[in-house]
Every structure is written in C-alpha cells, then in structure tokens.
C-alpha cells in the first residue's frame, strides 16, 4: 500500500484552482469537523489470520489501516516541513498513511446511500492527496481536521456522479440542492413548518424552479431500455416503445401520392406549349430555379411579360389537378 501511495502522491505542493472541487465543499454545509473518529475503522477484529469467516476485501484494508499510527502534532508539523520545503516523497506517503481513518470515517457516513464501501473510501483517499498539497501547517489546524473536508467533498462528487444514470447536478445550485434539499426538508419537518418549494428555496438560497426540479429528479428513478420485463421473457422496454420515426403507412400514402403527382405533371406537361413547359420545368418545379429575367432573355420578353406567364401557368396547373384528382383541396391541406 505505501509504494502505491508513493507512486500516487507529487512533490510539488501547489495545484492550479481547478483542481479544487469549491462547488462541492461549499455546496455541503454543516460544523467544521474538528475530528474524524476511528471507530468506523475498529468495528472488525484487529487478526484477521486466524478469521473462521471469510474476509472481505473491507475487512482486509480496515486491518490494513490500523497498522499505520497516529501522528502527533510535532512529528506532523515536521513532516509537512520535510514534504513542503524538501519535496520529500516518503513524508507525505507517511502522512497520508498515517490519516486514512479518516476516509473510513468519512465514507461510513454515506453507506447508506447503496454506493460500494470500497469506492467511497476510495474516493476519500483521493481527497485526502488533494488536501496534503493545499494544507497550510501556519495555521495551527490538526491536518486530519482540514483533510475531513477534501475526503467529504471528493466521496460527495462521487456519489453526484453516480447517482443516476443521467447526472442530476450540472450547476452549483443544483449541487447544492443534491446534497442539502432532503435535510433541509427534514430539518423544517421537525421545526413544525410545511417543506414547500418556495421556503425551500429561501432556505437554501437558489431559485423556486430548481428546488421543484431537483426535487422531482430525485423522487424519481430511471429504468434501462434494455432492462428486460421478467426472467422467463427476452423483451425489454425498447421493444413497446413507439417508434420515433414516420408511420409505415404513412410512408406509403406519401410515396403513392407523390407518383400520382408525378404522372399528372407528366399529362399537364403534355398539353402545355414549348416555351410554356419550359418554364414549368426549369422555373417552377426546379430545385434551383432559372430567373425570370434569365427566361425573358433566352425567349426576348420582358421579365413582367415572364412573370405573368408563370402565374397563368400555375393557374392552369392547379385547375388541371384539382379535375384530375378527386379530394385535391383535402390533400394540399
């Protein structure tokens, strides 16, 4: 565990400020927690070598934890020295080992929540490399104190990430209402006051709509397209769903008609004159339409002279079809 830990930690302690998750530390909100209990880490039996029961890999990494000691408050404040000023490697695997109850502590509040024990604490650890290169030791604050809130902030994007197939959480405020909209509502509950949308909003400082969204997205829950009905079935929900697309028989009606039209245009064409089908087939029903002074040049008429043709020429047109095929009107509408 120490090479791995060696191998993940940089020497140099400056970050740039997107590596700081902000929207999540100040979406949570409660008391600066001013420890972080090992008893999440003590609940399992020190030897696990002598086990009955299987061991899980929990079981395992918690009797892992137990064998790196807590650090006093000097020998802290020396190895941040160490790491800080000498970019030492092997102080701040020391003192990253030394602090992993806390993620265990952190993660065990959040079990609840179905999320893998071992990711959670995971994503803790992360947190905790992330809090060793922006902690100040000049401040006089334990580093396990400050490391809390990084462990949190990181299981915390984890779980916002994870929650749902699709995220529920793209902005601060809807990060905010993620962590707090369900304690908020509880705490007033307990207040004696109604949870509605707007004291909700109030409350937590974001606007009406994004409380009755978010609040609507975590009372619901997504289902897969492939997910099948049952064990003994292999169709699934895609397999009832309406297609997206046209109608089949809609497809068909429009293709049927389309080469009605077509054979009339071919018949109205028929009794058209030369110049006259001219303008019918390279003005009106061409995708890239000749000009009218184009046609008044190539037959030497005025492009009024053109413009009056190609009117006469629709007229005739839809007086022809409107005779050839029954229901005409019914159809252009």
């Known amino acids: 565990m120490a090479d791995k830990l060696r191998d993940s930690v940089r020497t140099d302690p400056e970050t740039t400020e997107a590596d700081t998750p902000r929207a999540e530390l100040e979406a949570e909100e409660g008391p600066h927690p001013r420890t972080a ?20 890999t929990l ?37 990253i080992l030394a602090n992993l109850r806390v993620s265990v502590a952190i993660a065990a509040e959040y079990y609840h929540t179905g999320a893998d024990q071992m990711d959670l604490i995971q994503e803790g650890n992360v947190g905790l490399m992330q809090a060793i290169k922006k902690f100040d030791p000049t401040r006089n604050v334990r580093f396990y104190a400050y490391a809390a809130w990084w462990a949190r902030a990181y299981i915390l994007r984890y779980l916002l990430n994870t929650y749902r197939l699709v995220k529920v959480g793209t902005t601060q405020d809807q990060r905010k209402l993620f962590y707090n909209l369900r304690k908020e509502k509880a705490k007033l509950e307990r207040q004696g006051f109604a949870p509605d949308a707007k004291l909700l909003a109030d409350r937590l400082n974001v606007r009406e709509r994004d409380v009755i969204e978010m609040d609507q997205r975590l009372g619901s829950w997504e ?4 997910q099948p009905f049952s064990q003994d079935t292999d169709g699934t929900l895609l397999d009832v769903l309406p297609a997206q697309g046209t109608p089949a028989d809609e497809l068909l009606a429009d293709s049927e008609l389309r080469a009605v039209f077509r054979d009339k245009l071919s018949s109205f064409a028929k009794t058209l004159s030369e110049r006259d089908e001219d303008i019918l087939r390279n003005r009106i029903l061409s995708d890239t339409p000749l000009t009218l002074e184009d046609l008044g040049r190539k037959y030497h008429i005025t492009k009024e002279r053109t413009r009056q043709l190609e009117a006469r020429i629709i ?6 079809l409107k005779k050839e095929i029954k229901d005409f009107d019914y159809l252009r509408s």
């Open 315 to 320: 007229k005739r047109l839809k007086d022809y």
């Open 59 to 95: 079981q395992h990494y918690l009797a892992e934890v137990r064998r790196y000691p807590f650090l006093s408050k000097e020998e802290e404040l020396r190895l941040f020295e160490e790491y800080q000023g000498q970019g030492s490697r092997e102080a701040a695997v020391r003192l």
């Open 37 to 56: 209990s090992p008893k999440a880490a003590e609940r399992e039996p020190a030897d696990l070598s002598t086990a009955v029961v299987p061991i899980t």
């Open 223 to 226: 289902l897969s397209l492939d």
